[in-house]
């Protein structure tokens, strides 16, 4: 899917402020961040796409962990309200909003028009005033467009609204591809492939998706193009050809084969030539991500005797043991910033967690998260935030901190999140 | 007139120990498409009298009421029907499916023409990519433990299944203990 069926339509109102908005430095590990207090009266508008929109929009600012909404049951003025009035400021300042956020949801044709003002409480000013246009059923595009230059322009962040999630979803018993925006948004399920498609990896580009699928009685390793939706073998040895990650070029596939035995971390070419093989060990070794210079490899090996988080240097094979808490740690991700390996982490109370630790193996400590049981933690493209599969069956999406989660799903039935690059 | 009917009975006994002896062999196959055809091919020779063949397990199969073939029958889905179990995390084989697999060597020795398809389960705890490993290291594990106590690997294979295919879908230790399993899948003959 790309983003040329959205397009900014004008400019509305004086928006000076917006060059002069200075840009916050985000330090979230330290803790000094606090978050921008946001009021959303209810949109004006055809009632029900106006408030499909708010939804989306409330979410998506819980999503970038930068902003918290205010609870409209707080709210002196609930809406609906398309335009913010001036002697309403004081109101706002009262239940400690920082910005007011008012939007008019119109349709023009089989077109949605999504007209967003968002004002400074403390200082009246109007910093933004802007038009989208979308269609009636993608509206939410219209809202990644503004979510996304927000992001630009008040924080210097890349465009994560233009991110995606790949999982797998349970369809009356079948395992099958599921790829949505990264705020659940656009959410389609794609058929065929077989019965059992799993462990979804997205190339660097954006565009295709590794996977495992069963359609040959053999978990087998393909390469799905989300354009053309070929689904082409790559690796399909009887045995393990699972688990794959795309190293940072896009050129090869780092995945698990047992053709020579046991379970080991084996590299081939995307286009399913030249295997070789990069873990040694009588231990099951699986679960490969790339750092993203592409120098080393976090991987999941039980040769400590329970599977733990261990990073291979590429060039010298050097193999370096990352987590020592806990007996059991799989499926590493690595941040794209390259400064942290997030995994599974299963704690002494029996429960699954997210947990995170340096490439050097300091650092090591646990996320919130849902709190109910989590795994298989993947990175956003700016490393700023998770997604993660709940116990419920669920996708979610939280911060570095683990203290604030928002699920992206509903319903259950949702596993092996991979978050996508950002596709242009 | 006598020493003609001598020569005769031994004829006759002769034909019919050639169809014993080739009775097993015919007796497999149309198990599951009906009951045995004993009277199929009685001039058939007999591939199947071999020294690995002894005498008594042809009775079963020697009358014409069909019963051998549900006996066979009985067998195979008890073969399928036992799985072997695992602890948690781990492939090693315990006693007890040490005692399961020596059971079905027995059984797969005695019906050489069968292919077996050895599945590697897990239960749902711990992660998806990680659990297809464990799969198919139990799978294997059983697989190899068979081939030491005589069968051919060759009609051996394995797939692992990882935590995708519970046979309990419930989520208590009960469940996991019976989804930490291999289950056996005859393919072939």
Redesign the interface.
Known sequence: MRRAILCVCMLMGVVPSIAHTQQIHIDVEAGEFRKMKVAMPSYAGPPDMAASVWTVCARDFAITWLFDVISPQSYINPGPTGEIQPGTLKDWALIGADYVVTATISRQGPRGIFRVQMVEVATGILVESTTYTSGEQTMYLAVHAFMDHLLKEKFGLGPLFSSKIAC?KKVNGA?QLHVMWCDGTGATTIRGGGS?V??PAWSPDGRKIAL?SYYR???DLYVFDTLTYQLRLVSGA???N??PAFDPSGSRIAF?S?ADG??EIHLVNADGTGRTRLTNSWA?D??PAFSPDGKSLAF?SSRAG??QIFLLDLASRNVQRLTFEGK?N??PAFSPRGDLVAF?Y?TEGGR?AIALVRPDGSQFRVLKGSGRGD??PSFSPDGRLIAYASSDGNINVMDLTGSSSVAITTGGGY??PAWSPVIR | MGRKNDIASAVIMLGVALFLAGCPKQALEPVGAGGPQPQAQPQQESPAMTPEQPAMQMEPYGGASGQGAVRLDQARQDFQDADIMFEY?SFSLTAEAKKVLAEKARFLNAHPGMKVLIEGHCDE??????N???G??RA?AAQEYLVFLGVNAQRL??????E?KPLDPEANEAAWAKNRRAHFVITEG
């Open positions: 797998i395992k059992l799993l462990n495992v009685n053999n978990p009887r045995g393990l699972t688990s698990t047992s046991n379970p099951t699986t679960s999941c329970n599977p059991y799989t499926e599974s299963l699954y795994e298989t596993s092996e | 995390d705890r711990g992660t998806a990519e990680y297809l490993a464990l198919e290291r294997k294979s394995t797939i692992s299944y990882g995708e």
